[in-house]
């Protein structure tokens, strides 16, 4: 199986190749915000660096968001661009989804972790004053986690009161790009048996995407890709 896959949502954009569970991974780290003009080519560094075409590619993967309005279009642009030139499918997923899978699959599952701090609250911003979150629940699916909120959008005191009313209840771990900020507007109420920070900080990349995609994207084909935009639009069409 050959999984071509990127993310456009955040700063910087990436891209994956996966073929015989081996994978290729760019990013474009010094070029933030050129997701339209750096996105081709790491493709084609891609296909060089495997030897492959672009004709050999199985399936696509891409994230429909949240993120930045002009990057998540960029993404599904392209995708569904290869998608029709190419006559193979896409599958997507959110980027909240994606975090949430490279952090188990990183994680070590087989202690006591993940008994403790099944709750997971995925928060992400894309660098403005509000952040967007989702919280997940570990468990033994086959894709590992299921959602348990509906996705949100608010500024760090919104946030805050979402996270210490939900720690009242149940331990929550927290990962995202949000995390070390997070913990320290919550010092006051942090508690360790409660509150789990994740050290590193994460966004949404093509690495943790297409690793998902191999697991799950037989179960997303045929699905209909849309961008998801959690945040409403400041323009108001005229009555």
């Not at 060089?48 to 599904?76: E, K």
């Amino acid at each position: 199986m050959k999984i071509l896959a990127f993310d456009t949502t955040f700063k910087f954009c990436s891209a994956a190749l996966m073929h015989n569970k081996k994978i290729f991974f760019f990013t474009g780290r010094g070029t933030p915000f050129q997701h339209s003009e750096v996105i081709i080519p790491l493709v084609k560094r891609l296909m060089s660096r495997s030897h492959l075409t672009l004709q050999d590619i199985d399936f696509l993967s891409v994230t429909h968001g949240p993120g930045m309005f002009t990057g998540v279009r960029v993404g599904l642009a392209t995708a569904k661009g290869f998608s029709i030139s190419l006559g193979v499918p896409i599958v997507s997923f959110s980027t909240f989804d994606s975090v949430v899978h490279g952090f188990l699959f990183k994680k070590d599952r087989k202690g006591n972790f993940f008994k403790r701090f099944s709750n997971i609250l995925c928060i992400l911003s894309p660098g403005s004053r509000y952040s967007y979150y989702q919280f997940f629940k570990v468990n033994k699916s086959k894709k590992g986690f299921v959602s348990i909120s509906k996705p949100g959008f608010g500024d760090m005191n919104h946030i805050n009161s979402i996270l210490t009313n939900k720690g009242k209840s149940s331990p929550v771990c927290v990962i995202g790009n949000m995390n070390a900020m997070l913990q320290k507007s919550i010092y006051n109420k942090y508690d360790p048996r409660m509150f789990y920070f994740h050290s590193i900080s994460t966004e949404p990349n093509a690495q943790d995407l297409i690793h998902l995609a191999s697991i799950m994207g037989v179960h997303n084909k045929g699905r209909r890709i849309s961008p998801m935009y959690i945040k409403p639009h400041y323009a108001n069409l005229p009555k």
